[in-house]
């Protein structure tokens, strides 16, 4: 029994946290942002590192890691808010090597770990959909939903319809289209793209309760700084138990991705629901505890809050994983979609 | 990362699941007379005793199994599990012995730590005062030096256990003049005189689980003073320490327990498709699951750095929302059944609601996470 990483994972992160604290500064989000683009040069080193393949077998051109060492990025670029196509081309990966039959993993897993054709993931809902992250510069997308084929569509047969969102820091689209069919199992490949995603909603939460203790250390009002008064102190410490608790929940959902898939869909769905709720809940406490400055589009929160918040609108809300929780917990079949 | 059990933790957990299902005790019988009720603790911890299993933490040398944190957490969850009782010397198990492995004498833990084990002397617990709650380091009880004795006067409340207690773990005023948290004392007060009255505390339950204790000069021979004059305050922190990070893997059982009960409340209603109730299930599914991974976590935290880490200092708290939660869930399912108290879930409920007050309330946990996890100003 042993709840921590190890020395290969540590390395990992720290190098994670280094390369992003250098390269992802909140100017660099910002330009991105403001730009609606990705910075090239970002993405480039990141696939240098091996990142984009990093849990894709070696056959295809991946390091062969786990789906920890893709949390423990996630959680990283999340702290970051790095604008990047990391997460929808990881989400693609994970579908193609669970879903895919082996001639879609040897023609697809290649690019995917190289990062010279992107692929990318949503969830259907009434036909379509509605929610894509970077469709518009992804080779393929797979499609997937409750009563739905999970199928590949081909970038060129796709309908794909650009939509501004509330995150500038990524590119969002609604997608439709037919393609062909995966033979496998999407669960497994939908699990583990939600641990991916709860990895990043807690990196966004540390994030953004780090800034509201070190803002509430500084900022002074009545003669005393802000982080003295209980209203204040109290909510930061409620945004430490909501982000370890994300945290707990997602390394658990790694972990059993891993090593014992059989926990993985109550895991994924109890980090996925756990993680979306604090996201939004930490970062928004956060720009309380900011006050008018934290609304302002100058200061930096704004884009840690919209990340967390969209994040939670992908792959299922957390409405929908905790109906799942009941399920898995025995009260019988869902009773909402998945949206 | 690794959440399994290596194959030593394996067969000692099998070896404690064995022997547990050879001597469980079965369920308290109903109807018993308070002394009987409690008769049935101390033949349990008895029972316990000679099986090796009182002291599971505590080393060797001093009677105890000399387990580690792993197999303690492990022995804890099991006990849980099995729905057995409590032992009737919890509070000397869990917090008085290991304060006197940490501070007390040699002498002291030769005369103090068998009949612990053995329950023969059952211990409680003098900290909190009517007038010194969270703020504990005010208390008012003073202890004067007379010859080779002290002599303490002053009042303590919600001393669980008082009325079957032979020692009480007493933090007391010695100096006056020095500042609040340097001036107390540790002592271990003798129960049996006069000069010790205890009156129960009847309880939003109805239930007297606690007491009041008044004292009016009885006495403590000096050998009795546990870490030094004047560093009450000091293995005092020891105490509620172990009271803290020792109790987590009990508790969450406990929460799966009563949520395997929730669960089965539901279908007996009839709610299975309520989506309602299915989100609150789900929540509070996710919530008890995550306190047990964190109670792992911090155990992980423990081995490497000595210390618990952030997720140590929030296991109490979180754990006192979620049971407060589902036993408030438990009435809202019962709807109009619910004020009835012909059901342990009544009763329940009313009991949960000091949890976020016992053994450190709330808000003192969030000052604490506040001051010495994040590193946020003081407001004293």
């Known amino acids: 029994m042993n709840f921590d990483f190890d020395d290969d994972q540590r390395s990992i992160k720290s190098t994670a946290r280094e390369f992003l604290a250098s390269r992802s500064k909140f100017e660099k989000v910002r330009e991105c942002s403001e730009g609606g683009h990705y910075d090239e040069a970002i993405w480039k080193e990141m696939i240098d590192l091996g990142w984009a393949g990093i849990f894709i077998p070696e056959q295809y051109g991946g390091q062969e890691l786990g789906v920890v060492e893709l949390v423990i990025l996630q959680e990283e670029l999340g702290y970051a808010v790095t604008p990047s196509p990391f997460f929808s081309n990881a989400a693609a990966g994970l579908m193609v090597l669970h879903a895919g039959s082996d001639e879609q993993k040897e023609r697809l897993l290649p690019g995917v770990a190289s990062g010279e054709a992107t692929g990318t993931v949503g969830i259907l809902h009434d036909g379509s959909a509605p929610l894509v992250p970077d469709a518009e510069a992804a080779s393929f997308i797979v499609l997937a939903g409750e009563g739905d084929t999970t199928r590949i569509v081909e970038a060129g047969d796709a309908k794909i319809e650009h939509r501004d969102t509330i995150d500038g820091t990524r590119s969002f689209a609604r997608v439709s289209g037919e393609g062909e069919e995966m033979p496998g199992d999407a669960g497994a490949g939908l699990d583990r793209a939600c641990a991916a995603l709860a990895a990043e909603l807690t990196g966004c939460s540390q994030r953004a309760m780090e800034m509201a203790v070190e803002y509430a250390k500084d900022r002074k009002q009545f003669e005393r700084p802000i982080g003295a008064y209980q209203g204040v102190s109290h909510r930061c410490a409620e945004m430490l138990l909501e982000t370890e608790g994300a945290r707990a929940a997602t390394y658990y959902a790694g972990w059993a991705a891993d090593h014992e898939p059989e926990s993985l869909p109550a895991a994924a769905s109890m980090a996925k629901a756990y993680a979306s709720d604090a996201g939004w809940r930490v970062t928004a406490s956060s720009l309380q505890v900011h006050g ?3 609304f302002t589009w100058e200061h930096d929160l704004h884009f840690l809050l919209k990340r967390a918040k969209t994040d939670g609108h992908l792959l299922g809300g957390a409405s929908w994983h905790r109906d799942r929780v009941a399920k898995i917990a025995g009260l019988g079949d869902a009773v909402i979609a998945q949206v | 990362m690794d959440l399994t059990l290596s194959p030593d933790e394996q067969a000692f957990r099998d ?5 547990i299902s050879d001597n469980h005790p079965g369920k308290e019988p109903e109807g018993l007379s308070e002394d009987d009720q409690w008769k049935f603790r101390v033949d349990w911890q008895r029972q316990l005793h000679e099986g090796g299993w009182a002291g599971v933490s505590w080393p060797k040398e001093y009677g105890g199994r000399g387990a580690t944190l792993i197999e303690s957490a492990l022995f804890n969850e099991e006990l849980a599990a099995s729905r057995a009782p409590g032992p009737a010397n919890v509070l000397a ?3 008085g012995g290991p304060t006197l492995i940490g501070h007390g004498s040699e002498e002291q833990k030769e005369r103090f730590l068998p009949p ?12 909190s005062e009517p007038e010194s709650g969270s703020d504990l380091a005010s208390l008012k009880t003073k202890a004067v030096k007379d010859g080779d004795d002290w002599v303490v006067t002053g009042q303590k409340v919600w001393t669980t256990y008082a009325h079957h207690a032979k020692w009480c773990m007493l933090v007391a005023r010695t100096d006056s003049e020095v500042a609040k948290h340097r001036g107390l004392t540790y002592f271990l007060m003798d129960m049996e005189q006069e000069e010790v009255q205890v009156r129960p505390l009847r309880q939003i339950t109805g239930e007297a689980e606690f007491n009041e204790l008044f004292i009016e000069e ?6 009795n003073v546990i870490g030094g004059v004047g560093n009450g305050w000091m293995v005092a922190i020891t105490t509620l320490m172990n009271e803290r990070s020792g109790l987590a893997f009990g508790l969450q059982v406990r929460l799966k327990i009563l949520l395997g009960q929730v669960i089965d409340l539901v279908k007996e209603q009839g709610l299975e498709k309520d989506p309602l109730v299915r989100q609150r299930i789900g929540q509070l599914y996710t919530e008890s699951e995550i306190m047990r991974l964190n109670a792992w976590r911090g155990l992980t935290g423990i081995m490497k750095t000595g210390q618990p880490g952030p997720e140590g200092s929030l296991g109490k708290w979180h754990w006192s929302d979620i049971n407060q939660a589902l ?8 709807g109009p059944d619910a004020p009835a108290t012909d059901s342990e879930f009544t009763f329940e409920f009313l ?4 949890n976020s007050i016992e053994g450190g309330t709330t808000e003192i946990l969030k000052n604490i ?8 100003p003081k407001l004293r």
């Open chain 2, 218 to 223: 009885a006495r403590i021979p000096d050998e």
């Open chain 2, 15 to 19: 070896e404690v699941r064995a022997w």
């Open chain 2, 93 to 95: 198990l869990a917090m």
């Open chain 2, 327 to 334: 036993t408030e869930f438990t009435m809202d399912l019962r």
């Open chain 2, 116 to 127: 612990i084990l053995t329950a023969e002397e059952i211990w409680c617990q003098g900290f």
């Open chain 1, 292 to 294: 008018g400055i934290g």
């Open chain 2, 351 to 354: 009991r949960a609601r000091a």
């Open chain 2, 369 to 376: 996470v506040a001051e010495r996890v994040l590193g946020l």
